[in-house]
């Protein structure tokens, strides 16, 4: 049961942040955030992983952006910038 | 960004595929992805085409549908036939055969069953029809087991008493245990299932590790992800590393989520043990709902048949699930096992390995790996690295 | 990693050539006995009809070649084409003829109704067939209770449908059956035009070499009913339903002596199951490029969430259309010059092999067979 795909969280419809519009590609869903807190806890405007009607976690851009640049790299530097990514502490859990 | 294109990219993919191309060698590399969306991406993309033929992925028992066994499916049959039931599933349930049909079958024969894309669909059921009993087949691993939880809460906060959940969840942890624990199979990693890990965290995947000496890479399911899972895999054994890697690290934190654990706890505990469909009794490998929600438990509200039905005896679904046979090596496959007439799980879940093979793969096996024999060096290439 | 000796090297290098060879083998045995199957006429096993034999896919057509093939055939009805073309003494080319019914529901969806489906789906069977759309009759089984202005509005719809595409509604029938057996309303139609041409279409005179045009975006049609009905809560306010006539499409093309080899209109299905039927019948390859494929971005923002993959999604206003290589740019430049055929365009070619075999060129750089469909588009949610 895999099929999560990443759809960005528009509004919250209640106050109590349970509900919220998601939108992909122009169709728009409403799904459950009651799981979205802590680490996952999400502004609209920002990605959402959604899960038979549930966002699971949120996702992150800068680490996104970080896998791509990984894998971008995968050129002639790649292995000492993989070295360097072990290592940084900001990028440890 | 949209966080889906980017890693769909087929530049980058080349790219990533001749870097995993310089890297493995002459070895047989052998790695097994558990998870069933692992499996549809990479037959729904060709990955294996791109990968050196010396790169072999091993479609595991990852997909919640494919491990099913018959009894159960016949017990939701049998939920289904009583009197005032909705049964509601997700739709790859749905044809998949029982003893006597499928869940589709029962319909023709007049069964309510109603396909849902989500548990609150389920919920909303039956708050729109009171006066009826609606019973929601959960299926899935840890990815979509909180999703249940919730739907449970929920049903409990509103008071409503005419919603039951017929648990088939099952845990990732127990059938990774038992396929290692396989003479049959020799790995050298794999690719950890990257939405069950959304909620368990990494951790959980740190016995592999430990006590069996194979890495972990958590992955993905763009083919991007997969295909550099694959490359950090082949890293850690090229380096003598053996750890448990994060592939996946835009949406999956080490720790996992903390909410979904909790709500798992609070609603659902682990069953002694359960059967898998290929796998036999695996021991704590599943949940079922906990004593707080006894009243909302189908299995204790309504009398199921509980009857263990053996797979019909040409069905190798079991040594598909474990690796040890590819699909077309199944003696039925394609001929008397086919998508519209399947014998046995795997051909009918659009995860699994043999539906995935068949709709996806039969055509492009044939023709590529005469291709990629044709371009295979004689030499190792002369590697940067 | 220490490099082995340069003989060792050469030596894994023919074990590893070998090994895969060995594998090659068996596989392609298993292969070329399921292509051998796929073939053989097929069976119907089920005894009781589900909603797999009305979702366009596999059941149906095994239902409509073993049994009703099978039971009434002769030769215009095993060709099992859209529509039938019969020869008519002193007519001046050939008379066409189809039938249709539809049973959607909801009766009324952005874009369209029921009324406008059963004029333009009936017109598209006869146009896709080269033949001039005519003459339609329509049967209505209507349901105790419904709404008498529902209904006008439907039968107004079929006018102005009508009217656009030049065809006349020349007899009808009505029947009323009690509450609960009848989805609210049923309309059955027939359809008759005329082909000037006899012959000149069909799935005989596809060939390898050939290209495959598409005549727009695809999967607007199924997934517009889908969120209509409200069994998903998913909001797509610009997605509509495709209906429209095709024969003012069809015309240009014949009009301007392009070289048309076969032509079908993509309803439930979608374009895969169209390009399955064409692969089987003419016994060919279809190789298609996913990169080429036109869908708007919500129907593809549905199929996402869904799991759905939009070559199976029904249509009510796209045909796929068959064509000499050399004649291709003419051909998609002619549709597009069309309000019907604006986002016309090549989605790939015509293979000797594999026989039967639709399969598609995926913008990763992958191949993946493209199947008939099995079962009802259920939605993936795994």
């Known amino acids: ?93 | 960004m949209k966080f889906a294109d980017e890693f769909r990219d087929a530049g980058l993919a080349r790219t990533v595929a001749a870097r995993i191309a310089a890297e493995c060698g002459e070895r047989h590399w052998k790695i097994m992805e558990v998870c069933g969306g692992h499996t549809h991406t990479i037959f729904k993309y060709g990955i294996e085409d791109l990968l050196p033929p010396g790169v072999e992925l091993v479609h595991g028992p990852g997909c919640p549908v494919c491990v099913i066994p018959m009894g159960r499916l016949d017990d939701g049959i049998a939920l289904a036939r009583q009197d005032g039931v909705i049964l509601t599933c997700f739709g790859d349930l749905m044809r998949v055969p029982g003893s006597d049909g499928s869940l589709l079958d029962a319909r023709a024969g007049g069964a309510d069953v109603r396909m849902v894309y989500s548990p609150l669909d389920a919920l909303k059921i039956a708050r729109d029809n009171p006066d009826r009993r609606v019973v929601f087949y959960a299926i899935g691993f840890e990815t979509t087991a909180p999703s249940t939880a919730l739907t449970l809460l929920r049903a409990r906060a509103e008071g409503l008493g005419n919603f039951f959940v017929f648990c088939n969840h099952v845990t990732i942890i127990p059938p990774m245990k038992a396929i290692l624990d396989s003479p049959d199979l020799r790995l050298d990693g794999f690719l950890g299932p990257g939405h069950v890990s959304t909620v368990v965290g990494i951790r959980p995947y740190e016995f592999v590790t430990r006590s069996y000496g194979k890495p972990v890479v958590v992955v993905g399911f763009e083919p991007l992800d997969i295909l550099q899972g694959v490359h950090m895999v082949i890293r850690q054994v090229l380096e003598g590393r053996c750890e448990v890697e994060n592939q996946y690290r835009r949406v999956v934190h080490d720790e996992g989520n903390p909410k979904a654990l909790d709500v798992l706890a609070r609603v659902f505990r682990i069953r002694p043990h359960f059967e898998w469909r290929g796998l036999g009794f695996i021991s704590q490998s599943a949940l079922e709902l906990n004593d707080d929600f006894a009243d909302m438990d189908a299995e204790k509200v309504f009398t199921v048949p509980g009857v263990r039905v053996a797979d019909p005896k040409a069905c190798q679904c079991g040594e598909v699930l474990k690796g040890v046979l590819k699909p077309w090596e199944c003696k039925v496959f394609g001929t008397a096992c086919t998508p519209e007439t399947p014998i046995g799980t795997c051909m009918v879940s659009s995860e699994g390995a043999c539906a995935a093979y068949y709709n996806f793969g039969r055509y492009s096996r044939a023709r590529d790996r005469e291709t990629a024999l044709r371009a295979l060096p004689v030499t190792a290439a002369g590697a940067p690295r | 990693m220490s490099e082995p000796a340069g003989g060792h090297r050469a030596g894994s290098g023919a074990a590893i050539r070998a090994a895969a060879e060995s594998v090659t083998d068996p596989e392609q045995r298993v292969l070329q006995r399921i292509a051998e199957i796929r073939k053989r006429r097929p069976a119907l096993r089920e005894t009781a009809i589900s909603m797999s034999h009305g979702a366009g896919g596999r059941a149906g057509h095994t239902l409509t070649q073993a049994l009703f093939a099978a039971v009434l055939g002769n030769p215009y009805l095993d060709q099992l084409g859209d529509q039938a073309v019969v020869p008519v003494a002193g007519l001046d080319g050939a008379l066409a003829v189809t039938t249709d019914s539809f049973v959607v529901s909801p009766l009324v969806f952005p874009g369209g109704d029921i009324g406008e489906l059963a004029v333009n789906g009936t017109v598209n069977d006869l146009a896709v067939g080269g033949a001039q759309p005519l003459y339609l009759t329509a049967a209505f089984v209507l349901e105790e209770g419904l709404d008498v202005a529902l209904l006008r509005g439907i039968v107004e719809s079929m006018r102005r449908a009508a009217d656009r595409a030049g065809v006349e509604v020349v007899a009808g029938d009505t029947k009323v059956v009690p509450r609960g057996k009848a989805d609210q309303l049923f309309i059955t139609t027939t359809g008759v035009g005329l082909v000037r041409q006899p012959g000149r279409l069909g799935v005989h005179r596809i060939q390898a070499g050939d290209a495959v045009l598409l005549s727009g975006a695809i999967g607007d049609h199924g997934a517009t009913v889908m969120l209509a009905r409200g069994d998903v809560d998913l909001e797509a306010p610009g997605l509509r339903s495709d209906t429209m006539a095709l024969w003012p499409l069809v015309a240009a093309l014949l009009d301007a002596d392009v070289e048309v080899h076969f032509m079908r209109d993509a309803t439930r299905g979608g374009v895969a199951t169209v390009l399955n039927e064409a692969a089987q019948q003419a016994g060919v390859a279809v190789a298609i490029d996913e990169e080429a494929l036109p869908v708007h971005d919500e129907v593809r923002g549905v199929a996402e969430i869904l799991g759905i993959d939009p070559l199976y999604i029904a249509n009510e206003g796209k045909l796929v259309a068959v064509v000499a290589a050399a004649d291709a740019e003419r051909a998609v430049a002619i549709m597009r010059s069309t309000p019907e055929g604006a986002e016309a365009t090549r989605i790939g070619e015509v293979r000797a092999d594999p026989p039967a075999m639709v399969f598609i060129r995926t913008a990763f750089g992958g191949t993946r067979v493209v199947d008939m469909l099995v079962g009802d588009p259920l939605p993936r949610i795994c």
Request: with cysteine.
């Open chain 1, 1 to 93: 049961m895999c099929l999560a795909i990443p759809a960005r969280l528009v509004e919250y419809i209640d106050a109590e942040r349970q509900y919220a519009t998601v939108e992909l590609g122009g169709v728009r869903r409403r799904v459950n955030t009651c799981l979205l807190t802590g680490n996952d806890a999400t502004a609209p405007g920002e990605y959402v992983l959604v899960h038979v009607g549930f966002a699971l976690s949120r996702v992150s851009e800068a680490e996104a952006r970080e896998t791509l640049r990984l894998l971008e790299g995968m050129g002639a530097a790649y292995d000492d910038e993989m070295d360097q990514v072990r290592r940084a502490p900001e990028l440890q859990p």
